[in-house]
């Protein structure tokens, strides 16, 4: 089964948002992991709301209750790490899709919020809609 892509109608701007995030703790994402990933599914990444270098060992002690409170396995291809981060607005959507913004031709044109993200490869039967049906979703966790 072929998911489909969520077609990006505009992007938040710089104020937008500013103001969007003015209460959000973290972002939660689950996408479906690429196929020859079969002993970690999904493809999750976790947006924290600050744009200030996380020490290492508070890193690891955030992912872990992570991973727990979450329910989720072991990690795999873990990258956490102060990122750019778009957001887009689409009608099929309630809430502005969070995009790591990689490309530098993204990063000129798009605008963005630099955020700590933590992206990385696991299992977890609490997020079956990206494991088995193939679907991307997204939590937004407020203050």
């Not at 990444?45 to 744009?51: A, R």
């Not at 873990?78 to 009608?91: D, K, T």
């Not at 993204?106 to 609490?126: G, N, R, T």
């Amino acid at each position: 089964m072929q998911a489909k892509a969520i077609k990006t109608d505009k992007y938040l701007s710089n104020t937008e948002i500013i103001k969007h995030l003015e209460n959000v703790s973290y972002i939660i994402m689950a996408a479906p992991a690429p196929e020859h990933f079969k002993n970690t599914p999904i493809h999750f990444t976790i947006f924290l709301h600050t744009n200030e270098e996380i020490p290492k060992d508070i890193q690891e002690a955030v992912l872990h209750k992570f991973l727990q409170e979450q329910n989720i396995g072991e990690p795999a291809e873990l990258m956490s790490q102060l990122m750019p981060v778009g957001f887009a607005l689409s009608e099929a959507q309630e809430t502005p899709m969070p995009m790591l913004l990689v490309k530098p031709e993204d990063q000129k044109s798009i605008p963005y919020a630099v955020m700590h993200v933590m992206d990385f490869l696991a299992d977890s039967d609490a997020f079956n809609e990206a494991k088995k049906d193939n679907l991307t979703g997204w939590s937004y966790v407020n203050e």
